[in-house]
């Protein structure tokens, strides 16, 4: 695997040097990037019996397949793992048919804070029958998904040498080149409703926990925090009682829990929420650092498209979407936002446009690190050092 891994490795730096970079920058950032995550993402999916014909027919794909063709690849490789993910979730929380059965079999899931905040004495939603889960706290679930496929997530004070790196994602275990090691939480915004982003017009003046994909999909992870102890029904709403095994600062990637702006009231979101599982282990990618000079990234940003078809696997998919799901035309004029028409990307299968963190290197107990690329050369804060100076740049002029 060694030698396959080391080809891979020359195939990307061979990419990383394509002249094309020097036309409509960020479009083809993005292309290189699908790229990349078709390289990575195939390479993770060979497993240890790949040879070395498989690893030059990926490459050789990479370098002439279509993107379209990559990219739907790309899905169907981290769709893969996040499948293997949440089979591994089940065998954890689902009890043996042989297990004696708690007197909570009727229970319905909590509820967060929101639903009593606003009507919460209406009507009873009527909702599927959720199957007993096993009452493990989120510590003892990660060390069992550690078991389980070899890794977790930690959070702790970061390594970055600077004084607001607050904290920090930790990889505890080991993960190959390739595999999914963390997933983005949140609520997310199409641009339709991105003026009901908590503290519009300027949403990140003090939320570090934004995150946009190349399509303009926003998340926001702030309500999202550390998760919490159970399967509930979530609604997005801000845990302010919720606090983390460690003190909490207001330093770098701390600042967001401030609040920002007025709660989200239910009758935007478009639902009531849905039955998720907030003890979710690999949850945590908003809590993962940009490196500090001379030190390298070793996870990238990969879109997901969660098939919302998948019922099985909801639960999982630490995320909810803010207002209709339906994908809708938007164009401004002035102050004021128009819709029209519905449009979907080339499927009639509903999905969540979620994010998740690709390793692009093997890891092994160690600090989970991300290039930032913040776009603005401005609004750079004083610890941000660029990955690669001179692609940014060029990022920037693009943008």
């Known amino acids: ?104 079999s009727h229970a319905t899931p909590s509820r967060s804070g929101l639903n009593f905040a606003v009507g919460g004495n209406g009507p ?42 607050g904290q920090g994602l930790y990889l505890n275990g080991e993960a190959n080149i390739g595999a999914v090691i963390a997933m983005y939480p949140g609520v997310i915004y199409s641009s339709a409703y991105y003026r009901y982003i908590p503290g519009y017009p300027r949403v990140d003046a003090q939320n570090t926990y934004l995150i946009t994909r190349y399509d303009g999909t926003v998340i926001n992870a702030q309500p999202w925090g550390y998760g919490a102890e159970g399967r509930e029904l979530w609604d997005g709403s801000i845990m302010r009682d919720m606090k983390p095994n460690t003190e909490i600062t207001e330093k770098g990637s701390d600042w967001f829990w401030k609040m920002l702006g007025k709660p989200l009231q239910n009758s ?39 098939p919302l078809t998948e019922k099985d696997m909801r639960a999982y998919i630490p995320n909810i979407s803010f207002g209709s799901a339906e994908q809708v035309n938007v164009r401004r004029f002035g102050s004021f936002w128009f819709r029209w028409g519905s449009r979907n990307s080339g499927s009639d299968i509903p999905v969540l446009k979620t994010i998740v963190l690709v390793a692009t290197t093997a890891l092994c107990d160690e600090e989970v690190l991300l290039n930032y690329r913040l776009s603005n050369s401005e609004r750079r804060p004083s ?11 060029e990022l920037n002029q693009g943008s």
């Open 383 to 393: 610890w941000y050092t660029p990955v690669d100076e001179e692609k940014e740049m």
């Open 124 to 165: 009873t939603i009527d909702r599927p029958d959720v199957p007993e889960r096993r009452p493990l706290k989120r510590t003892e679930l990660s060390q069992r998904l550690k078991d389980s496929i070899g890794y977790t997530l930690d959070v702790k004070p970061s390594q970055i040498p600077h004084n607001e790196a």
């Open 1 to 104: 695997m060694a030698f396959l891994f080391n080809k891979f490795q020359d195939a990307v730096r061979t990419l990383a040097k394509s002249p094309t970079f020097s036309r409509d920058p960020r479009k083809l950032q993005f292309e290189a990037d699908i790229n990349l995550l078709f390289m990575y993402t195939s390479f993770n999916r060979l497993g240890k019996n790949a040879d070395e014909a498989d690893a030059e027919e990926i490459i050789d794909m990479a370098s002439n397949a279509s993107f379209a063709d990559q990219q739907k690849l790309v899905q169907e490789n981290i769709h893969y793992q996040i499948k293997s993910f949440c089979t591994a979730m089940d065998k954890i929380l689902l009890p043996d048919t042989n297990e004696p059965q708690e007197s909570q």
């Open 268 to 306: 935007r979101m478009g639902s009531s929420g849905e039955i998720l599982e907030r003890r979710n282990p690999l949850a945590l990618a908003h809590f993962v650092n940009h490196p500090a000079k001379e030190m390298v990234p070793n996870v990238m940003v990969c879109p997901y498209d969660f």
